[in-house]
């Protein structure tokens, strides 16, 4: 019912930057949180960032001032800004999507080389 492609992931240098989108289609509420999360090897999936449809923001302190999420709702889609990257951020990164029902994209690879 719902469908969450990600894109804008590749390879890329330390200190460099990248942007993912995802866009969201099929039943798509009105009233939803969308969201970055990122999973390296070997280690749990972690939260990156995450936005309401009312536009507030939370980061994890890891990326604090490097990353910014946004979005646009009239598309449905979330933006990651991805800025001053490390070797340390290298993962598949996911959407989701929370309306309540969470959904998930299939992932995007970013990786940092040092």
């Known amino acids: 019912q719902v469908q969450l492609v990600e894109s804008g992931g590749g390879l890329v240098q330390a200190g460099g930057s990248l942007r993912l989108s995802c866009a969201a289609s099929g039943r798509i509420k009105g009233i939803n949180t969308m969201g970055w999360y990122r999973q390296a090897p070997g280690k749990q999936r972690e939260l990156v960032a995450t936005i309401t449809s009312g536009g507030s923001t939370d980061y994890a302190d890891s990326v604090k001032g490097r990353f910014t999420i946004s979005r646009d709702n009239a598309k449905n889609t979330v933006y990651l800004q991805m800025n001053s990257l490390k070797p340390e951020d290298t993962a598949v990164y996911y959407c989701?999507?929370?309306?309540?029902?969470?959904?998930w994209g299939k992932g995007t690879l970013v990786t940092v080389s040092s």
């Open positions: 989701r999507l929370a309306q309540p029902t969470n959904y």
